[in-house]
């Protein structure tokens, strides 16, 4: 009888912890995500390992064609690694080896490493493009419509290469109106 209480109280504690991490309110000097409401999140993990924690947000207005996707890394990586890797994803979705090179070295500017327990936020708004945060400050600035596209994909176009972590990033949701696609 104990075990079993102790094991209600647990899984109780648990889940309100769980759910206080995913929850996090994000407070950043954009003016979008001040206002934002986290719409899903889920974890990649590689191999057994905890990678990162991912939350995409979107506007209080379900339609609006803003919308962020917060990383909380586990593992430290060097900027370079996250690019590459970028780049590969990114490359299944057509992008030619010219745009992965000019890309490449625009996010070469931008990302630093990440030491695990930090926050790599992108947020996308037509009229300024992807802008990037590193623990809430801003580091980079990336325009153009077909970028988003491509490097947002990574995560949220229905061809990822981590279904389930799109699946959890949508939640009950609509993908954002970047993607094209039709949802009920």
Known sequence: ???EYFLIRFCIIFCLLCSAVFSRELTYSDAFLNS??????GELTWWGLHVYDASLYRGSNPNSAEFALDLRYYKSFRASSIIDRSMEEMKKFGITDAQAQSWGRQLTSILPDVESGQNLT???SPKQGTSFYLEGKPIGRISGVEFPKAFFGIWLDPRTSAPKL????????CPPS???ETCN
């Open 1 to 3: 009888m104990k075990i």
């Open 36 to 41: 934002a409401k986290l719409q899903g999140s």
């Open 122 to 124: 992108a947020i996308y």
């Open 166 to 173: 799109r699946e959890q990033l949508l939640g009950q949701g």
């Open 178 to 180: 970047l993607f094209q």
